[in-house]
C-alpha cells in the first residue's frame, strides 16, 4: 500500500510540473504579465522594474527555474489586489468552496441512489422515463442559467431567500441546489443503467435462484455492486466542480470561495493570487485522486495491491 | 404442504414460454411434458437452443422479460407453482427445496462479495440462522464440497478461486439447506475435462449421502450415462422421448435420439467415424407446423405434417414420433451416403 | 438474458439508401430521439440563414425601445416578439445570431481536437510499446488538471476572443478522443480476424482503413455528439463568465451575463438565451441517447425488452391480475 501511494504521489507530481509548465508557458511566453498587472499609465521605467521585480528579464529556462523554486516552497508572490501573501487569501477562501462542494455535491449523491435504484427497478416504465428525461433536462442546464433563474424564483418572486452573499445557512441553499442539479442529474442517470445492468447479470439470477428476497437482491446484489462506478463517478463530480464549475455558481451567487476569487483576481489582473488558486487545485485534485485509488483498493477486491 | 409419497415431485404440464425479440416472438417452450419422482436422477439432453435451459428456469421462476410463461403448469408436490398463491409459495421453495447450479461458476457468483457470505446468506434467508451459526455451518458446506481450507476460502472472493472451485461453492450454495430437488443446468460445461469429472463424482455422492433428486441438464451424453437413471430428450421447445437410461441409450426410438447418439463419440465402441446430423434446428421465431424434427429427418412422410403425440412406448418411456423405433439413419445412410459427412 | 440463442436470421446486404430509410423509420418510433434530431436540424437550418431569419440587425440599438417585454406581456408589442435588452437591441435576433456562435465554436472545437486526439491515439494503438506508454500517461497527467481554472488563466493572460476560446478548449478536450480510440484500437487488433490479417500479410494501411477504421466510425460518432453539447456548455459558461465572445459579436453565454443584472426587471434578458442553450443541449442529448442505443444491437435488444416489459405491466395492471396461467 505505501509503495503504491508513493507510486501515485509521484504522478501527483507529475501533474503539478505540468500544470506549472503550461502556467509558465501561458505566461511568460505568450502572455505579457507586465502589460496584464500593470496600469496603462505605467512608463517605460516603471515597467523595467517590475519586469526585473519578477525576473521577467532573465533568460527562459532561468526564469523557470526559479519559477519552480518559488512554487516549491509555495510563494506565490504578494496579491495585487489583496495587498498581502497569495496564499493567505487562497486559504482564506478555500474553506468557502469546500462548504459549498460539500453541501451539493452530498445532496446529489444523497438523491442519485434512490431516484437512480427506482427507475431502474421498472426500466422502461413512467418512473423511468420521467427519471432518464430529467436526468437528460438536468445535465442539458447551464448551470449559470440555473442559478439565476433560482433566484428568479426564489429570491425576486417568492422573496423567501437571499439572492446572493454568504452568511447563515438561508445564503447556502440556492448554491448548493445550483451546484448539485447538473451532477445529481449525472448520477441518477449512472446509477439507473448500472442497476439495469446489475439486475440483469448472472449473479443476480443465482441469489434470485437462493429465494433472497427481492429486497436483499437489489440492495444485498445489485446496488452494493454498483457503488464502485458510482463512487468513481462521484469523485469525477468533485474534482470537476473543484477544477472549475465552481467558478460558475460562486460568481452567480457571489459566494466568496475560490472560484469567486479567480474571477476576481482576472478582473483585477492579479495573475499572482489566480496562479496561487489553479496550483492549490491542481494539488487538491491530486490528492483527491490518490485518495480514490485507495479507496478503489479497499472495496473493490478484484484491484491487487501492488 | 404435507409430503405425499405417492405423488411425483415435480410435474411440468404442457409447459410453454415465450421470448419477445425484436423481430418476433421466440416459442422457446412448445407445450413440455415432464415428470420427476422422488430420489430420482433426471437427465434433459438437447443441443443449444432445444429448450432445457428454460425448462429448469421456468421451474426457479427465472423467466423475465421479454419472456414469460404462456401456458401449462408446473408443480410441485402437487401444489401448482404457477398461480398466485403458489407464487408466494414457490418463493419460499426456492433454494430451500429446490436448488439449482448454473453452467458457468465465472459469472454466477457476485464478484464483489466473499464467498462464504453468499453461502450464509441463503442459510439466513431459509432457515433464520443467525450470522454466526451461518457462517459456522458455510465452513462445513465447504468442507463438504471438498474445498480444502474452508475458513481461508470463505474469506475470499471468486476471482482468487478456479472455476472447478467455484463450481464447488456454487454446490454448496446449493445443498445449503438440503434440498429435495437439485437442478444442475450444465454444471460442467464451462470446466476443464479433469475437473469435470471432480465435479460430477460430487454430485453423485451428494446424489447418495443427500438422497438428492437431481435433474441434470446437458448436451453431454458422455454425462449422463453413468449419473442418471431417467433421460429426456429435448428437440424445438418439446420432449421428444423420455426413458430409462440404458433403453434410451441401448435402443433409441426417436430418430432424433438417434441420431444424437450416433454422433457422440464413445470409448467402448470401435465406430470409425461419427455422423453428424445434417441441417440446423427449426428457427423458433417461426416454429414449424408437424414433427419439428421432419426437415432434417430421413424417415419424415406425410403424417409427420402433424404433430405427433408423446405416448408410451416401452416400460418407462414414451415418444413422440409416428414412426417411432424405426432405424432411422441405416436406412438413410445407404440411400444417400453424401448427405452424411464425418465429423 | 434469455438462455436461447437468437435465431440465425440470414444477414440481407441492404444499400446505403435502404439502410438510412430504415434509420428513419426507426427514429420516428423513438419520440424524444425525433424531437431532439428535428431541433437540432431548425437550429442548424437557422443559424446558416441567421440574417435572412432575423427580423432586425442584433447590435441595432434603440434608445427608446428599451427593456421592452416579450409580446404576450402587458407593454409587449409585435415588433419585439420576444422583447428588447437594455439597449433596445432586439431578443430575438440576438438569440437567433446567438445560434451561430454556439454552433461554430461547438463544431470547431470537436473537429480540431477530435482531430488531434483519434491521431494520438491511432498512434499509440499501433506503435504500443514505449510510445504508448509515453503518450497515455501524458493524456492521465493531462486529465488530471484543473480543466476550466487553467482555461481562466490562459484566457486571461493571453485576452479573450472567439478565437482563443476554440484553441484553448480544444487544447484541454482531445484527450478522452485518444483514450478512446487507443482502446478500440488495441482491442480490434487482438480480434482473431485482425489478427489473421496481420499473419497473412495484409499490409497495415489496409488493416487500418479495412478493419481499424470502421470499428471507429460509431463509437466516434457517439463521443462528438456527446462532446459538443459539453463545448456548447463550456462555451456559454466562458461568455458568461466574460472570458469567451466579447461583444459586440454575440452569445448566448454573453447575452445571459448582460442580462443578470436586470433580473429585478426584466426576466426575460437572462431566461431566453439560458432556454436556448437549454434546448440545444437537451436536442441533442436525446438524440444522441437514441443513436447510441440504435447503433447497439445489444442496447437495442434491450431497449425491446424493456418497452415490452412496460407494456405488460400495463396490461397486467388493466387486467388487474398477473400474467401466469390461474
Not at chain 3, 434608445?63 to 409580446?71: C, D, F, M, S, W
Amino acid at each position: 500500500m505505501g509503495r503504491f501511494i508513493l507510486r501515485r504521489l509521484g504522478q501527483g507530481f507529475l501533474v503539478v510540473l505540468g500544470v506549472s509548465l503550461v502556467v509558465f508557458v501561458a505566461m511568460r511566453v505568450f502572455g505579457d504579465p507586465a502589460k496584464v498587472m500593470l496600469p496603462l499609465s505605467a512608463t517605460a521605467e516603471q515597467r523595467a522594474e517590475f519586469e526585473h521585480l519578477i525576473g521577467l528579464d532573465r533568460p527562459l529556462p532561468e526564469q523557470f527555474v526559479s519559477f519552480i523554486g518559488d512554487l516549491a516552497t509555495l510563494d506565490f508572490g504578494e496579491s495585487l489586489w489583496q495587498r498581502r501573501p497569495a496564499m493567505d487569501v487562497v486559504f482564506e477562501r478555500l474553506p468557502n468552496t469546500l462548504m459549498l462542494i460539500g453541501a451539493g455535491l452530498g445532496l446529489a449523491v444523497l438523491l442519485a441512489l434512490p431516484l437512480g435504484a427506482l427507475a431502474a427497478l421498472r426500466p422502461g416504465g413512467f418512473v423511468d422515463r420521467v427519471t432518464v428525461i430529467g436526468g437528460l433536462v438536468g445535465l442539458s442546464t447551464p448551470q449559470f442559467w440555473l442559478g439565476l433563474l433560482l433566484i428568479m424564483l426564489f429570491a425576486v418572486n417568492l422573496k423567501i431567500l437571499p439572492t446572493s452573499g454568504f452568511g447563515g445557512i438561508k445564503y447556502l441553499v440556492l448554491p448548493a441546489l445550483t451546484m448539485a442539479l447538473p451532477s445529481l442529474a449525472r448520477m441518477v442517470l449512472l446509477v439507473r443503467s448500472q442497476v439495469i445492468d446489475e439486475l440483469n447479470q448472472q449473479y443476480v439470477r443465482t441469489a434470485r435462484a437462493k429465494g433472497l428476497r427481492f429486497h436483499q437482491v437489489l440492495f444485498g446484489h445489485a446496488l452494493r455492486n454498483t457503488l464502485i462506478p458510482f463512487i468513481t463517478l462521484a469523485g469525477w463530480e468533485v474534482i470537476s466542480a473543484l477544477a472549475g464549475y465552481t467558478v460558475v455558481v460562486e460568481s452567480v451567487f457571489a459566494w466568496p470561495g475560490l472560484g469567486l476569487t479567480a474571477i476576481q483576481a482576472i478582473q483585477r489582473n492579479d495573475l499572482f493570487l489566480l496562479q496561487a488558486i489553479v496550483f492549490t487545485v491542481a494539488i487538491g485534485i491530486v490528492l483527491i485522486n490518490i485518495t480514490l485509488d485507495v479507496v478503489y483498493k479497499l472495496i473493490d477486491p478484484r484491484i491487487r495491491i501492488a | 404442504m404435507n409430503p405425499t409419497p405417492d405423488k411425483p415431485l415435480l410435474e411440468i404440464e404442457r409447459l410453454e414460454v415465450e421470448f419477445d425479440t425484436r423481430r418476433g416472438v421466440v416459442r422457446a417452450l412448445r407445450g413440455v411434458d415432464l415428470t420427476m419422482r422422488r430420489g430420482e436422477t433426471l437427465a434433459v439432453v438437447g443441443e443449444s437452443g432445444s429448450g432445457k435451459s428454460v425448462t429448469a428456469q421456468a421451474v426457479m421462476g427465472l423467466i423475465d422479460v421479454p419472456g414469460r410463461i404462456s401456458g401449462g403448469d408446473i408443480r410441485w408436490k402437487g401444489h401448482s407453482l404457477l398461480t398466485r398463491s403458489g407464487a408466494r409459495m414457490a418463493r419460499d421453495l426456492r433454494g430451500k427445496e429446490i436448488a439449482m447450479v448454473f453452467q458457468d461458476p465465472m459469472t454466477s457468483l457476485n464478484p464483489l462479495m466473499r464467498v462464504g457470505r453468499q453461502i450464509s446468506e441463503v442459510l439466513c434467508r431459509h432457515l433464520n440462522m443467525t450470522r454466526a451459526d451461518a457462517d459456522l455451518r458455510t465452513l462445513e458446506l465447504l468442507e463438504a464440497v471438498g474445498i480444502p481450507a474452508p475458513p481461508r476460502r470463505a474469506n475470499q472472493y471468486p476471482h482468487e478461486l478456479s472455476g472447478g472451485m467455484r463450481q464447488r461453492v456454487m454446490i454448496a450454495m446449493a445443498i445449503a439447506c438440503e434440498p429435495e430437488l437439485l437442478i444442475a443446468d450444465e454444471p460442467t460445461t464451462a470446466l476443464d475435462v479433469t475437473i469435470q469429472a471432480q465435479v460430477l463424482e460430487l454430485l453423485a455422492g451428494l446424489q447418495q449421502s443427500l438422497g438428492l433428486s437431481v435433474l441434470l441438464i446437458t448436451h453431454d451424453l458422455g454425462v449422463v450415462a453413468g449419473l442418471c437413471d431417467r433421460v429426456a430428450v429435448m428437440y424445438a421447445g418439446r420432449i421428444v422421448e423420455t426413458g430409462l437410461a440404458e433403453d434410451v441409450f441401448e435402443r433409441p426410438a426417436h430418430p432424433y435420439t438417434q441420431g444424437l447418439i450416433r454422433s457422440t463419440p464413445r470409448l467402448d465402441d470401435h465406430m470409425e467415424r461419427l455422423i453428424a446430423i445434417e441441417g440446423a434446428p427449426p428457427n423458433m421465431l417461426a416454429a414449424p407446423s408437424g414433427c419439428a424434427f421432419r426437415e432434417r429427418c430421413p424417415i419424415s412422410d406425410a403424417r409427420c405434417e402433424q404433430q405427433p403425440k408423446l405416448e408410451p412406448s416401452r416400460a418407462e418411456g414414451t415418444v413422440a414420433c409416428w414412426r417411432a423405433s424405426t432405424n432411422a439413419w441405416a436406412a438413410a445412410t445407404e440411400v444417400e451416403p453424401g448427405m452424411l459427412r464425418a465429423v | 438474458m434469455a438462455a436461447i440463442d437468437p435465431p440465425a436470421v440470414p444477414a440481407i446486404a441492404r444499400s446505403e439508401p435502404d439502410r438510412l430509410r430504415a434509420l428513419g423509420e426507426e427514429l420516428w418510433k423513438d419520440k424524444p430521439g425525433l424531437i431532439g434530431f428535428l431541433v437540432i436540424v431548425g437550429i442548424v437550418l437557422i443559424s446558416i440563414f441567421a440574417p435572412l431569419v432575423a427580423p432586425y440587425d442584433p447590435a441595432a440599438q434603440s434608445v427608446i425601445g428599451r427593456l421592452k417585454p416579450p409580446v404576450w406581456q402587458p407593454g409587449g408589442a409585435w415588433d419585439h416578439l420576444l422583447g428588447t435588452d437594455q439597449l433596445g437591441r432586439d431578443i430575438l435576433s440576438r438569440l437567433i445570431h446567438g445560434a451561430r456562435t454556439s454552433l461554430l465554436v461547438g463544431v470547431s472545437v470537436v473537429a480540431l481536437a477530435g482531430a488531434f486526439g483519434v491521431t494520438v491515439g491511432l498512434f499509440a494503438g499501433f506503435r504500443g510499446g514505449r510510445t504508448d506508454a509515453f503518450l497515455m500517461r501524458l493524456v492521465d497527467i493531462q486529465v488530471a488538471f484543473p480543466g476550466l481554472l487553467l482555461i481562466l488563466l490562459i484566457v486571461a493572460v493571453i485576452g479573450p476572443s472567439m478565437g482563443t476560446m476554440i484553441v484553448v478548449l480544444a487544447l484541454t478536450n482531445w484527450m478522452i478522443y485518444a483514450r478512446v480510440v487507443r482502446g478500440i484500437v488495441l482491442s480490434v487488433r487482438q480480434t482473431p480476424y485482425v489478427e489473421a490479417a496481420e499473419m497473412i500479410g495484409c499490409p497495415q494501411t489496409r488493416v487500418i482503413f479495412r478493419h481499424i477504421l470502421p470499428n471507429l466510425t460509431s463509437p466516434l460518432l457517439t463521443l462528438g455528439i456527446l462532446e459538443f453539447t459539453n463545448i456548447v456548455l463550456a462555451e456559454a459558461a466562458l461568455s458568461f463568465l466574460g472570458l469567451g465572445v466579447q461583444p459586440p459579436a454575440t452569445s448566448w453565454g454573453l447575452d445571459v451575463s448582460t442580462g443578470k443584472d436586470y433580473i429585478f426587471v426584466a426576466w426575460w434578458l437572462v431566461t431566453f438565451p439560458g432556454l436556448c442553450i437549454s434546448i440545444t443541449v437537451l436536442s441533442i442529448n436525446l438524440f444522441a441517447n437514441w443513436l447510441r442505443v440504435t447503433t447497439d444491437p445489444q442496447e437495442r435488444e434491450k431497449r425491446f425488452a424493456r418497452a415490452k416489459a412496460a407494456e405488460r405491466r400495463r396490461e397486467e395492471r388493466r387486467a388487474g391480475v398477473r400474467q401466469v396461467t390461474e
